[in-house]
Antibody, heavy 125, light 107 residues
Framework: EVQLVESGGGFVQPGGSLRLSCAAS????????MHWVRQTPGKGLEHVSG????????YYVNSVKGRFTVSRDTSKNTVDLQMASLRPEDTAVYYC??????????????????WGQGALVTVSS | DTQMTQSPSSLSASVGDRVTITCQAS??????LNWYQQKPGKAPKLLVY???NLEAGVPSRFSGSGYGTDFIFTISSLQPEDIATYYC?????????FGQGTKLEMK
């Protein structure tokens, strides 16, 4: 069974740092791009960051560039989001989600069929 | 970025009603459009992928249509358990942008 479990959320003051981790099981993590999507209270969904299968390419929404870093650890089957210089507007539930599948040189665009349960990040003084 | 314009933002309907939600992309995304259902406190759940394909296990009263920039999501006969917020998402381009959501309420 495919499972994604986030951890590391919590309360932090503006300017602080937090590291979210997404533990994957039930599939071969190295075959999939992984994404972070956040949802601000009462608002919609925003694609914040993504990382490709071998960690060679990553994506960040403009508002977090230079502050957030996404990484993956195949040995631990985890994908992490290191968040620094946090702002009140970063307050949100952060979800990890499984994306594109790649095997060898071939990749297949697939939708976000699997999501974690979400990790709440609260940035406030 | 590809902007996704979803409407309406909220909708009130009765059991058995046909419900329609539209989503318009700012650029041609061919068929790379997904629809998700989200209930309070839960992660989004994939219902329809690639504009028209029903995810396994999803009831057949849900359907999607469209191509290019204009897409439609339909619930043919609304059930009480369908009360939720629905989002479209394009995944043709990064970022994989979402529509603003449609909150569906029971009349």
């Amino acid at each position: 069974e495919v499972q994604l479990v986030e951890s590391g959320g919590g309360f932090v003051q503006p300017g602080g740092s937090l590291r979210l981790s997404c533990a994957a099981s039930g599939f071969t993590l190295s075959n999939y791009d992984m994404h972070w999507v956040r949802q601000t209270p009462g608002k919609g969904l925003e694609h914040v960051s993504g990382i490709d299968t071998n960690g060679g390419a990553s994506y960040y929404v403009n508002s977090v560039k230079g502050r957030f870093t996404v990484s993956r650890d195949t040995s631990k089957n985890t994908v992490d989001l290191q968040m620094a210089s946090l702002r009140p507007e970063d307050t949100a539930v952060y979800y990890c989600a499984r994306g594109r599948y790649c095997s060898g040189t071939r990749c297949y665009l697939i939708p976000y069929a699997y999501w974690g349960q979400g990790a709440l990040v609260t940035v406030s003084s | 970025d590809t902007q996704m314009t979803q409407s309406p933002s909220s909708l009130s309907a009765s059991v058995g009603d046909r419900v329609t939600i539209t989503c318009q992309a700012s650029h041609d995304i061919t068929f790379s459009l997904n629809w998700y259902q989200q209930k309070p406190g839960k992660a989004p759940k994939l219902l329809v992928y690639d504009a028209t394909n029903l995810e396994a296990g999803v009831p057949s009263r849900f359907s999607g249509s469209g191509y290019g920039t204009d897409f439609i999501f339909t619930i043919s006969s609304l059930q009480p358990e369908d009360i939720a917020t629905y989002y479209c998402q394009q995944y043709a381009n990064l970022p994989n942008t979402f529509g603003q959501g449609t909150k569906l309420e029971m009349k």
